[in-house]
């Protein structure tokens, strides 16, 4: 859907069936992630923010929480550092006991590669991070919220 002005209007996320959603999204500082945090805070669901810089992410969690009074808006435990897989599966294994369930997982962070870099674990750096980045925070996150999964 789009206006006659050519502006796209944001997209409603329905309340989940217990009310607000539980949201948690990578690289929400700034950008695209920042944007999608700020809406589903303004649409009243929980928003968890998932940074590289913790300051960094704690500055744009108050920008999000003085627009939205009452938001309930929080910043994860431990540094997103998507070219570690170590890292990652560490920080999703670092919310434990956080929360019982995460409904919806945006996967945003990344960047634009400008040339041919292998990231820390060894993998070229735009598929090892943007890719297999998440992949290893998803499991951590798993493990977490749901110790007895198997693969």
């Known amino acids: 859907k789009q206006f006659a002005d050519g502006t796209v209007p944001p997209p409603r996320i329905p309340l989940g069936r217990g009310g607000p959603l539980r949201c948690l999204v990578t690289g929400a500082n700034s950008g695209i992630g920042f944007a999608i945090s700020q809406e589903l805070a ?4 929980e928003v968890i923010m998932a940074c590289r810089s913790q300051a960094r992410c704690e500055s744009s969690r108050e920008s999000i929480l003085k627009s939205h009074k009452g938001a309930a808006v929080s910043v994860a435990a431990g540094r997103l550092d998507l070219e570690d897989l170590t890292v990652m599966y560490r920080m999703g294994l670092a919310q434990t006991g956080r929360w019982s ?12 590669p400008t040339g041919n870099f292998t990231s820390k674990s060894g993998w070229e750096s735009g598929l090892g991070s943007m890719h297999l980045g998440h992949a290893a925070l998803l499991r951590g996150l798993r493990d977490a919220l749901d110790p007895g999964a198997t693969d």
């Open 101 to 112: 369930h995460l409904d919806l997982l945006v996967f945003n962070a990344g960047f634009i």
């Open 42 to 45: 303004k649409q009243g669901h």
